[in-house]
């Protein structure tokens, strides 16, 4: 079974802390993924990675960075968190086009709490 | 930019009936899938069917099927039979060129006994 792990379900940081939220899967995927859901406005995505070290940009980038050193992992990092960044937060993984069924793949979410 | 529409927040259905769940959107891309997700109150999204915009056929999965119109960009699941256990959030989600995901915001199934 395709496994995504976020190191976190819940979490409650402090305005300003540097919040670190970690995903792992284990499928030798190459396309790893951040989102952010929120009510009414579905999953928006935050950064993406189709290989170690590479990210690209999302729709909602902004106040976010992600770090992928090893192909597995794929980390979201927030600099100085707000209060607008609670949220839940949600990664994904998929196979490259042709290597696998087109699928994303997630975890089981993190619901992140900024007071 | 990629817009995935979903004009119903909420909606409901009785148990054993039948209820289709509306998608539009809107890409300039000619090579693409399309699915519709699941996502329980456990939180944990679920692949509920997958469509290859270049196959004419709908696809169906036991009781999920979906109405595919490319030229009208729209892509509407139904559900036959409903279940209490499909009651969730669906989401419609087109990926452009197979490699990303757009997700729409979301339609709220409610499964009446």
């Known amino acids: 079974d395709v496994k995504v792990t976020q190191s976190s379900r819940y979490l409650v940081k402090r305005t300003g802390e540097k919040v670190f939220l970690e995903c792992v899967q284990d499928m030798d995927h190459e396309n790893m993924f951040w989102y952010r859901q929120d009510p009414g406005l579905g999953l928006r995505l935050i950064y993406f990675?189709?290989?170690?070290?590479?990210?690209e940009k999302g729709d909602i980038p902004e106040g976010y960075s992600v770090s992928r050193e090893k192909k597995e992992r794929f980390s979201l990092i927030l600099e100085s968190a707000s209060t607008n960044q609670t949220s839940m937060y949600l990664c994904?993984?998929?196979?490259?086009?042709?290597?696998?069924?087109?699928?994303?793949?997630f975890g089981q979410g993190t619901r992140l709490t900024v007071v | 930019a990629q817009t995935v529409t979903q004009s119903q927040p909420e909606m409901s259905v009785q148990e054993a009936e039948t209820v289709t769940l509306s998608c539009t959107y809107d890409?300039?891309?000619?090579?693409?899938?399309l699915f519709w997700y699941k996502q329980p109150p456990s939180r944990q999204m679920i692949l509920v069917i997958r469509q290859e915009a270049y196959k004419q056929q709908n696809a169906t999965e036991n009781r999920f099927s979906v109405n595919f119109q490319k030229a009208a960009k729209s892509f509407s699941l139904k559900i036959s039979d409903s279940q209490l256990g499909d009651a969730a959030m669906y989401f419609c989600?087109?990926?452009?060129?197979?490699?990303?995901?757009?997700f729409g915001p979301g339609t709220r199934l409610s499964v009446l006994p």
């Open positions: 890409t300039s891309e000619s090579d693409y899938y």
């Open positions: 994904a993984s998929s196979p490259p086009r042709g290597k696998g069924p087109t699928e994303a793949f």
């Open positions: 989600a087109p990926s452009p060129g197979g490699q990303n995901f757009v």
């Open positions: 990675s189709y290989d170690v070290k590479m990210k």
